[in-house]
């Protein structure tokens, strides 16, 4: 796994198949389709670092890639060869110096990843970012306050040039005039009542001093708008932090009276959709973000999720699955368009929810992850998972997320390979070309996505399907066994610049006879599992009756027959290449995982979990699917164990990662010691020492991982060890013949375990 690690390093980049089938057919055979996980704007870990090129790339004529390590070049002729489409192009003047040693950054073969700047004609100023905050007031005083002091550290923490606005909502819309700074000055709009773009502008006063242009679209300060009447709903943070502040220490909760059988009228989408028309005539195409928190279900609008009588209940899978939630399409609906008109402003939309109830999550869904927003779900604005979450949207630190704007995804690739579409944060430009594959996976039918807002850690799932036939005559070109990537993104830095990264990779392909051992030997099995997830959570949401386990079931039967060893009809003679034995232990747990099982877990819940899964690289995802866990005990240093119940004794204690959550589970006697106070003793030191070692662990997960993980700290045989137990292989359950290991624990389950799910799949295989 290492080698595909250090790939990752270079490029951001992991795939299932290292070494590609090179026909339709083999792909088709092979099971996991030819896909790669893509994090565009990874910081490079390599040394040397790659300079930032400060000039524009240079581009082939036909197919418009990029100049890139896998070029051929002619010095004498000064021509280099396209290696995606075999065009022959000539240097343009400003490359006349070239020769084999005097090359420029973006032929040295270690470069092939690389960024480029283009130098502006002007020293224009950089754009600044643009935050609008909109908050719900329907809470109650406790959660308000929580929420108000979050917003005010926000506040002193955002870059002093970028421009601030506010909503608050409840039953009517309030806009925030904060250039308007000797009393505050709201606007309202009916929270039952959708408003067009042009509505919001006159209602605010934009043409009271600048008539309104009679044709055109209003955008911005250069169509149609006075600076001076944008900068009073939008300013520099450091023109309005008094002002804003004041706002937020005089807000109070929405004063509308609520009957006591009733929800309170909560208008969500009338309040984004207030907002998102605002930003689209202030600042369009700049990279601005829409901020959301919401504390509970609306109630109001086109985007109700539920209806004000408490009598009726919020809907369930269940509900979901028969079709028996009244609201559910029409609020999809709504967000859909929502999402549209942000893609088109290249505007984001993040959502920070925290309430016990469902707030519409699901349905938001689709707006947050086609503008690339941040999602952070939890329990009280007061609880940890938010406030941590929300200050490291703003910090600065080594962990800072490095938020950026406006970016566009290209594609380019050999001519034996299509693109089906991306599953992740992003929205297809619908630009079709020879290169958009007619089955869609995802956003599709397209080699150009729009990724509104992006960070460092933001990946895309992109699929592939091989397109040849046959395998070619061995004359053709000197490179043909090779396939030939490129990924282009062109965003806006967090510095405000405009920039350009551009990965090129090559992939060999093998077909025919003997071609298996081959593609074993470059399969990647975190990647593998990951692509597995994506695809399923993406086929549970579009797919009507579609059974998750049977699918994940029988794709792994027959991944197994196609690569693993056996006699027919022989289970015990089955056997797998160490490059693939521990694939069927990942299906195993994502069969169980949150994404796959949706009892117990509301659809807020779920899209939540989906939609980190679908941003995440390959290692957290892992962690998402496959929990790590880690003993720590007297008898030995920190290591990691099996997920198992065995894993489980009264002199241990377990760490386990699951991303979401972090669980810290004491041993029955660890914890009776630690109740009588051993590790207060001097002579005990080592006890408080083995206590402390998970604590400090956590504290590293905590401090690089968004959103933040809720931390469970609980006792063998206590309430909270369900948080483990739900996640362990049930290898001893309450029915099992051998009794516990004493001290140990079983699992009071139905579920299979790991041993039986592998004797099952041995025996359907050698079938």
Known sequence: ??????????????????IIPGTKQEANNCVIPVSAI??????????????????????????RSVLNPFSVVDFSAKIWICPLCFQRNHFPPHYSSISVDNLPAELFPQYTTIEYQSPSPSPSPATPPVFFFVVDTCIIEEELSFLKSALSQAVDLLPDNSLVGLITFGTNVHVHELGFSHIPKNYIFRGSKDVSKD????????????????????????????????????LPASECEFVLS??????????????????????????????????????????????????GPSTEGSGAIVSKNLSDPIRSHKDLDKDAAPHYHKAVKFYEGL?????????????????????????????????????VLAESFGHSVFKDSFKRVFQSSDYELDLSFNGIFEISCSKDVKV???????????????????????????SAWKMCGLDKATSLCLVFEIVRKDIPDAIGQPTSNQFFFQFLTYYQHSSGQMRLRVTTISRRWEAGTGSKQDLIAGFDQEAA????????????????????????????IRLCSQFGDYLKDNPSSFTVSPRMSIFPQFMFHLRRSQFVQVFNNSPDETAYFRMILNRENVANSVVMIQPSLISYSFQSAPEPVLLDVAAIASDRILLLDGYFTVVIFHGITIAQWRNAGYQNQPEHEVFAQLLQAPRDDVDAIIKERFPVPRLVICDQHGSQARFLLAKLNPSA???????????????????????????????????
Not at 3 to 18: A, H, I, K, T
Not at 345 to 360: I, K, N, R, T, Y
């Open 420 to 446: 089906q579409g991306i599953i992740g944060p992003c929205a297809s430009l619908e630009k079709k070309g020879p290169l958009a594959s007619e089955i869609v996976v995802g956003q599709g039918n397209t």
């Open 733 to 767: 359950t309450y029915n099992s013949d051998a009794p516990p290991v004493p001290g140990g624990d079983v699992i009071f389950t139905d579920d299979v375990s790991f041993g039986v799910f592998m004797d099952h799949l041995q025996r359907l295989v050698v079938q």
């Open 339 to 375: 999402g549209k008109q942000l893609v088109n402003q290249g505007h984001v939309l993040d959502l920070f929810a925290c309430a016990l109830d469902q707030v519409g999550v699901a349905e938001l869904k689709v707006a947050v992850e086609k503008t690339g927003g941040l999602v």
């Open 38 to 63: 893509y994090t565009p704007l990874k910081p490079f870990s390599t040394t040397p670092l790659p300079p930032l090129l400060p000039y524009s790339p240079l581009r082939c004529r036909t197919c």
């Open 199 to 234: 509505q919001i502008l006159d209602h605010l006063n934009f043409f009271l001093k600048k008539p309104k242009p009679i044709t055109g679209v209003i955008a911005g300060a250069r169509d149609g708008l006075s600076s001076e009447s944008i900068s009073r709903f939008l």
């Open 246 to 295: 004041s706002v937020l220490e005089e807000l109070q909760k929405d004063p509308w009276p609520v009957p006591a059988d009733q929800r309170a009228a909560r208008c969500t989408s009338t309040a984004l959709s207030v907002a998102a028309s605002l930003l689209g005539a202030c600042v369009p195409g700049s990279g601005a973000r829409i901020m959301a928190f919401v504390g």
């Open 1 to 18: 796994m290492s080698e595909f690690v250090e790939l990752e390093s270079q490029d951001g980049v992991r795939m299932p198949w290292n």
């Open 529 to 556: 599992a990951v692509v597995m997830a994506r695809l399923v959570s993406f086929k549970m949401e579009n797919e009507a009756e579609f059974d998750p386990i049977r699918w994940l079931d029988r794709s792994l």
